[in-house]
T-cell receptor
């Protein structure tokens, strides 16, 4: 059974703290993604990675960085947490693209609800 | 204008009703069209996907894509209380997904 796990379900941090969100997948997937989910805005892509040590900016990378030292692990870092980063953070993974007509499903973790006070 | 528009609802229907969920989009390059279901306090999970235009059926669920109108739909027949969730449309031309905001569905007994 495929599995994406995230280190915490709920997290409360103070403004200015450095925050690490960890994601691990056990499916040997090449692609990994970090999203945030906010009411009325849906899921928005923060960063993604196609391979170890590779990263690409998504639609809202400001205030975030990522690290992928091992294939199965993708970390999201908030260098200096701010209240507008209070959100649900979702990690996902998928295999490399297959044929032109097939979609490689993104498998999501359960999410981390981060509150920044 | 957002690339993908989805009515947030909430949509409340009685058990057994036919449910219609819809999204519109603006990027004609999208080739893959997905519907994800998200239960409360869980991550989204893929329900169905369609490549390019056409219909796809899976049990009580039917996905339709009309690329000429840039409009996709998900139909749920004989809706059940267990279908109560948020339904997210998503679309892409590559591995990068663009999501709608999600429609919250409540099916009451």
């Amino acid at each position: 059974d495929v599995k994406v796990t995230q280190s915490s379900r709920y997290l409360v941090k103070r403004t200015g703290e450095k925050v690490f969100l960890e994601c691990v997948q056990d499916m040997d997937h090449e692609n990994m993604f970090w999203y945030r989910q906010d009411p009325g805005l849906g899921l928005r892509l923060i960063y993604f990675s196609y391979d170890v040590k590779m990263k690409e900016k998504g639609d809202i990378p400001e205030g975030y960085s990522v690290s992928r030292e091992k294939k199965e692990r993708f970390s999201l870092i908030l260098e200096s947490a701010s209240t507008n980063q209070t959100s649900m953070y979702l990690c996902a993974s998928s295999s490399l693209s297959g044929t032109a007509t097939s979609y490689n499903e993104q498998f999501f973790g359960p999410g981390t609800r981060l509150t920044v006070l | 204008q957002k690339e993908v528009e989805q009515d947030p609802g909430p949509l409340s229907v009685p058990e057994g009703a036919i449910v219609s969920l819809n999204c519109t989009y603006s990027n004609s390059a999208f080739q893959y069209f997905m519907w994800y279901r998200q239960y409360s306090r869980k991550g989204p999970e893929l329900l169905m996907y369609t490549y390019s235009s056409g219909n796809k059926e899976d049990g009580r669920f039917t996905a339709q894509v009309d690329k000429s109108s840039k409009y996709i739909s998900l139909f749920i027949r004989d809706s059940q209380p267990s279908d109560s969730a948020t339904y997210l449309c998503a679309m892409s031309e590559t591995d990068k997904l663009i999501f709608g905001t999600g429609t919250r569905l409540q099916v009451f007994p």
